[in-house]
């Protein structure tokens, strides 16, 4: 089953069922009138969605075209988002940036944190910022959107929360980490509003790209058509998401609705770029810097800057879009 979130005049948009090929979609309003919604009622809202679907696929509802452009977010804002450091590789590789201490990287307890969710970006809404010198960067990652959760939850209750999988660009600027990290109470100037792809996917449709609480599908990321990379979300993934919902949950509970992030998808490797079409590369542009430094002693690759475009999707062995497109333009704030 998949879902998305048309753009309408309401806040939480239209939630609509998404045909398997993602050519059609047919409303879903008679049976919740917003994904959060549907998750508030998941056990009444699932098998109604999941019949709406069967019909679609099998052209007992006509449907309309499907635009990835009209769409929003999936949960255009939640009651929680909650990113989290799956990739021990990142953390490896980043970790000698300024701001960053050694005694973030273990393999104990995944680090976590709270971003901003009462304002999700849509897959093409352009990325704003407020002015060109910030170092804006890109992370890919895949993530789940859940039941509710108890607090001191264990892995059994927090791999039964998983309802729906999608992926998404935490957008950075990593000039800023230092101060919210040094002088706050942790990430928020340097984390502004996250992309999520167009589609919700539940885990039983994904098949095998989804096991062992991660999705196995490479996801790929180009900057100006340019292939930066497209590390696999299911490899190094030390932390999968049923840790991360245990830690999540580990002083509170967690509601229907909340968003779990895996971090910033990272593959062991020796590259630099530019990488070859076969290559894995990069989810962001700090790691690719950290590894030029080590090769060259300087870093070469630039962040983000005006007119730069962004695309990031997650693609199975046909080259399919499997949750459609993030494709992002980076834009100065209009004062």
């Given at each position: 089953?998949?879902?998305?979130?048309?753009?309408?005049?309401?806040?939480?948009?239209?939630?609509?069922?998404v045909s398997a090929d993602l050519a059609r979609y047919v409303s879903a309003g008679r049976i919740a009138a917003n994904?959060?919604?549907?998750?508030?009622?998941?056990?009444?809202?699932?098998?109604?969605?999941?019949?709406?679907?069967?019909?679609?696929?099998?052209?007992?509802?006509?449907?309309?075209?499907?635009?990835?452009?009209?769409?929003?977010?999936?949960?255009?804002?939640?009651?929680?988002?909650?990113?989290?450091?799956?990739?021990?590789?990142?953390?490896?590789?980043?970790?000698?940036?300024?701001?960053?201490?050694?005694?973030?990287?273990?393999?104990?307890?995944?680090?976590?944190?709270?971003?901003?969710?009462?304002?999700?970006?849509?897959?093409?809404?352009?990325?704003?910022?407020?002015?060109?010198?910030?170092?804006?960067?890109?992370?890919?990652?895949?993530?789940?959107?859940?039941?509710?959760?108890?607090?001191?939850?264990?892995?059994?209750?927090?791999?039964?929360?998983?309802?729906?999988?999608?992926?998404?660009?935490?957008?950075?600027?990593?000039?800023?980490?230092?101060?919210?990290?040094?002088?706050?109470?942790?990430?928020?100037?340097?984390?502004?509003?996250?992309?999520?792809?167009?589609?919700?996917?539940?885990?039983?449709?994904?098949?095998?790209?989804?096991?062992?609480?991660?999705?196995?599908?490479?996801?790929?990321?180009?900057?100006?058509?340019?292939?930066?990379?497209?590390?696999?979300?299911?490899?190094?993934?030390?932390?999968d998401f049923a840790d991360l919902i245990v830690e999540a949950a580990r002083t509170r509970a967690l509601a229907a609705?909340?968003?779990?992030?895996?971090?910033?998808?990272?593959?062991?490797?020796?590259?630099?770029?530019?990488?070859?079409?076969?290559?894995?590369?990069?989810?962001?542009?700090?790691?690719?810097?950290?590894?030029?430094?080590?090769?060259?002693?300087?870093?070469?690759?630039?962040?983000l800057k005006p007119g730069d475009r962004v695309r990031i999707g997650a693609i199975d062995a046909e080259g399919r879009?499997?949750?459609?497109?993030?494709?992002?333009?980076?834009?100065?704030?209009?004062?």
């Open positions: 089953m998949k879902l998305a979130t048309l753009r309408n005049a309401r806040p939480d948009g239209q939630l609509v069922v994904l959060q919604a549907a998750m508030d009622e998941w056990e009444r809202a699932a098998p109604a969605l999941a019949e709406l679907a069967a019909q679609l696929d099998a052209g007992a509802i006509a449907g309309q075209p499907f635009d990835p452009a009209l769409a929003h977010a999936p949960l255009p804002r939640a009651y929680q988002w909650i990113d989290g450091s799956g990739y021990l590789s990142h953390l490896e590789r980043v970790r000698s940036l300024k701001g960053s201490k050694d005694e973030e990287l273990q393999s104990v307890r995944p680090l976590i944190y709270q971003g901003g969710s009462d304002s999700l970006s849509a897959p093409t809404d352009p990325i704003i910022v407020p002015a060109d010198d910030l170092a804006l960067d890109f992370e890919a990652e895949a993530a789940v959107i859940i039941g509710p959760v108890p607090m001191g939850a264990t892995r059994e209750q927090a791999e039964a929360a998983i309802r729906l999988v999608t992926v998404l660009n935490d957008v950075s600027l990593r000039r800023l980490v230092v101060d919210d990290l040094q002088n706050g109470f942790g990430f928020f100037h340097a984390k502004p509003s996250t992309a999520f792809a167009p589609l919700a996917i539940t885990p039983q449709s994904l098949g095998l790209h989804w096991r062992d609480n991660r999705l196995h599908l490479p996801v790929r990321v180009e900057v100006n058509d340019t292939l930066y990379g497209q590390p696999n979300a299911g490899i190094g993934m030390h932390f609705g909340t968003i779990i992030g895996g971090g910033t998808i990272s593959n062991p490797h020796d590259e630099t770029l530019p990488i070859k079409r076969d290559g894995i590369g990069f989810a962001c542009i700090a790691e690719a810097r950290t590894a030029e430094k080590a090769k060259y002693g300087r870093a070469r690759t630039p962040f879009s499997l949750f459609g497109d993030m494709e992002q333009i980076v834009q100065l704030l209009d004062r």
